[in-house]
Protein backbone atom coordinates (compact mmCIF):
# COMPACT_ATOMS: atom_id res chain seq x y z
CA UNK A 1 0.00 0.00 0.00
CA UNK A 2 2.67 2.09 0.45
CA UNK A 3 4.34 1.77 -2.54
CA UNK A 4 4.23 4.30 -5.93
CA UNK A 5 0.91 4.07 -7.77
CA UNK A 6 1.41 3.33 -11.47
CA UNK A 7 -2.24 3.22 -12.37
CA UNK A 8 -5.10 5.44 -11.71
CA UNK A 9 -3.05 8.43 -11.50
CA UNK A 10 -6.03 11.34 -12.52
CA UNK A 11 -9.26 11.77 -10.88
CA UNK A 12 -10.41 10.60 -14.60
CA UNK A 13 -8.80 7.87 -14.86
CA UNK A 14 -10.13 6.79 -11.00
CA UNK A 15 -13.43 7.99 -12.38
CA UNK A 16 -13.48 5.74 -15.66
CA UNK A 17 -12.34 2.07 -13.67
CA UNK A 18 -15.12 0.46 -11.36
CA UNK A 19 -15.09 -3.05 -8.92
CA UNK A 20 -19.13 -2.33 -9.07
CA UNK A 21 -21.34 -1.30 -12.24
CA UNK A 22 -22.74 1.48 -9.95
CA UNK A 23 -19.65 3.24 -8.42
CA UNK A 24 -16.11 4.55 -9.60
CA UNK A 25 -13.29 3.17 -7.02
CA UNK A 26 -12.12 4.62 -4.02
CA UNK A 27 -8.36 5.50 -3.50
CA UNK A 28 -6.12 2.53 -2.29
CA UNK A 29 -5.63 4.22 1.32
CA UNK A 30 -7.49 3.50 4.82
CA UNK A 31 -9.03 6.69 5.01
CA UNK A 32 -11.27 5.54 1.56
CA UNK A 33 -11.87 2.13 2.67
CA UNK A 34 -13.59 2.50 5.78
CA UNK A 35 -16.40 0.22 4.39
CA UNK A 36 -14.63 -2.92 3.50
CA UNK A 37 -12.20 -2.87 7.21
CA UNK A 38 -14.88 -2.60 9.12
CA UNK A 39 -17.26 -5.31 7.26
CA UNK A 40 -14.14 -7.35 7.58
CA UNK A 41 -13.42 -6.31 11.12
CA UNK A 42 -16.96 -7.66 12.00
CA UNK A 43 -17.79 -10.50 10.12
CA UNK A 44 -14.38 -12.28 10.97
CA UNK A 45 -14.99 -11.21 15.01
CA UNK A 46 -18.67 -12.91 14.70
CA UNK A 47 -16.87 -16.05 13.48
CA UNK A 48 -14.38 -16.09 15.75
CA UNK A 49 -16.69 -15.73 18.29
CA UNK A 50 -18.68 -18.68 17.01
CA UNK A 51 -15.76 -20.84 17.15
CA UNK A 52 -15.23 -19.96 20.69
CA UNK A 53 -18.83 -20.38 21.58
CA UNK A 54 -18.93 -23.85 19.87
CA UNK A 55 -15.37 -24.71 21.72
CA UNK A 56 -16.82 -24.62 24.70
CA UNK A 57 -20.41 -25.36 24.49
CA UNK A 58 -21.96 -28.98 25.00
CA UNK A 59 -23.88 -28.02 21.82
CA UNK A 60 -22.14 -27.63 19.19
CA UNK A 61 -24.08 -25.68 15.89
CA UNK A 62 -22.00 -26.18 13.42
CA UNK A 63 -24.83 -25.27 10.87
CA UNK A 64 -24.39 -21.70 11.96
CA UNK A 65 -21.17 -21.62 9.59
CA UNK A 66 -23.08 -22.70 6.80
CA UNK A 67 -24.60 -18.54 7.34
CA UNK A 68 -21.69 -17.25 6.92
CA UNK A 69 -20.03 -18.86 3.97
CA UNK A 70 -21.43 -16.25 1.22
CA UNK A 71 -20.26 -13.56 3.51
CA UNK A 72 -16.50 -14.96 3.72
CA UNK A 73 -16.46 -15.57 0.32
CA UNK A 74 -17.75 -12.05 -0.79
CA UNK A 75 -15.20 -9.71 1.47
CA UNK A 76 -13.34 -9.27 -1.10
CA UNK A 77 -15.84 -7.09 -2.73
CA UNK A 78 -16.51 -5.03 -0.42
CA UNK A 79 -13.18 -3.38 -0.73
CA UNK A 80 -14.00 -0.57 -3.52
CA UNK A 81 -10.24 -0.44 -4.70
CA UNK A 82 -8.67 -1.25 -7.79
CA UNK A 83 -4.97 -0.03 -8.51
CA UNK A 84 -1.72 -1.06 -9.98
CA UNK A 85 1.05 -0.11 -8.12
CA UNK A 86 5.38 -0.83 -8.69
CA UNK A 87 4.99 -5.10 -7.55
CA UNK A 88 2.08 -5.83 -8.71
CA UNK A 89 -2.13 -5.12 -9.11
CA UNK A 90 -4.29 -4.23 -6.29
CA UNK A 91 -8.13 -5.74 -6.54
CA UNK A 92 -10.95 -5.30 -3.99
CA UNK A 93 -9.17 -7.09 -0.87
CA UNK A 94 -6.50 -9.02 -3.03
CA UNK A 95 -2.83 -8.05 -3.74
CA UNK A 96 -1.36 -10.40 -6.74
CA UNK A 97 2.58 -9.62 -7.42
CA UNK A 98 3.33 -9.97 -11.60
CA UNK A 99 4.83 -12.79 -11.46
CA UNK A 100 1.50 -14.59 -10.52
CA UNK A 101 -0.09 -12.95 -13.50
CA UNK A 102 -0.59 -14.90 -16.39
CA UNK A 103 -2.74 -13.00 -18.88
CA UNK A 104 -5.38 -10.11 -19.73
CA UNK A 105 -8.02 -9.26 -21.93
CA UNK A 106 -10.66 -6.66 -22.26
CA UNK A 107 -14.27 -8.11 -23.03
CA UNK A 108 -16.70 -5.24 -24.44
CA UNK A 109 -19.78 -5.12 -22.50
CA UNK A 110 -22.56 -5.40 -25.27
CA UNK A 111 -26.50 -6.56 -24.32
CA UNK A 112 -25.37 -10.40 -23.34
CA UNK A 113 -23.13 -9.07 -20.96
CA UNK A 114 -23.94 -9.50 -17.34
CA UNK A 115 -23.25 -5.78 -16.10
CA UNK A 116 -25.28 -3.86 -18.95
CA UNK A 117 -28.16 -2.20 -17.67
CA UNK A 118 -26.51 -0.61 -14.69
CA UNK A 119 -24.96 2.46 -15.86
CA UNK A 120 -25.16 4.31 -19.43
CA UNK A 121 -21.28 5.00 -18.95
CA UNK A 122 -20.86 0.67 -18.16
CA UNK A 123 -22.89 -0.41 -21.01
CA UNK A 124 -20.56 1.21 -23.65
CA UNK A 125 -17.07 0.29 -22.08
CA UNK A 126 -15.10 -2.84 -21.19
CA UNK A 127 -14.48 -4.94 -18.52
CA UNK A 128 -10.69 -6.09 -17.63
CA UNK A 129 -10.42 -9.97 -16.64
CA UNK A 130 -6.91 -10.74 -15.47
CA UNK A 131 -6.40 -14.54 -15.15
CA UNK A 132 -3.60 -15.72 -12.30
CA UNK A 133 -2.35 -18.62 -11.33
CA UNK A 134 -5.40 -19.56 -9.19
CA UNK A 135 -8.21 -17.03 -9.49
CA UNK A 136 -9.41 -14.38 -11.87
CA UNK A 137 -10.08 -10.48 -11.09
CA UNK A 138 -12.16 -8.58 -13.42
CA UNK A 139 -12.67 -4.22 -13.44
CA UNK A 140 -14.80 -2.11 -15.35
CA UNK A 141 -13.54 0.18 -17.73
CA UNK A 142 -15.96 3.36 -18.84
CA UNK A 143 -13.13 5.22 -20.72
CA UNK A 144 -10.97 4.18 -24.21
CA UNK A 145 -8.57 6.52 -23.17
CA UNK A 146 -7.96 4.35 -20.07
CA UNK A 147 -8.34 1.06 -21.69
CA UNK A 148 -5.19 2.19 -23.93
CA UNK A 149 -3.15 3.38 -20.45
CA UNK A 150 -3.95 -0.04 -19.08
CA UNK A 151 -2.95 -1.54 -22.11
CA UNK A 152 0.68 0.14 -21.73
CA UNK A 153 0.78 -0.51 -18.05
CA UNK A 154 -0.15 -4.14 -17.81
CA UNK A 155 2.05 -4.79 -21.42
CA UNK A 156 5.18 -3.02 -19.82
CA UNK A 157 4.83 -5.40 -16.91
CA UNK A 158 4.36 -8.48 -17.88
CA UNK A 159 6.64 -8.98 -20.82
Known amino acids: ?3 P ?3 PETKEEMLAIRKQPQKAVNLPTALHQKTGILLNAVTLLFVSS ?3 FNLFSSNVHWTAYIIFIPALLTLGQAWNMF ?3 KDGVLSGGRF ?3 KHIRSYK ?3 IDTNHRFYGYAPEVNSGYELKIETNRRSMSCLV ?3 TVKEKLVEVLNAHLR
Open 1 to 3: MKQ
Open 142 to 144: TSE
Open 50 to 52: LVV
Open 5 to 7: MLF
Open 106 to 108: FEP
Open 83 to 85: AIV
Open 96 to 98: VPW
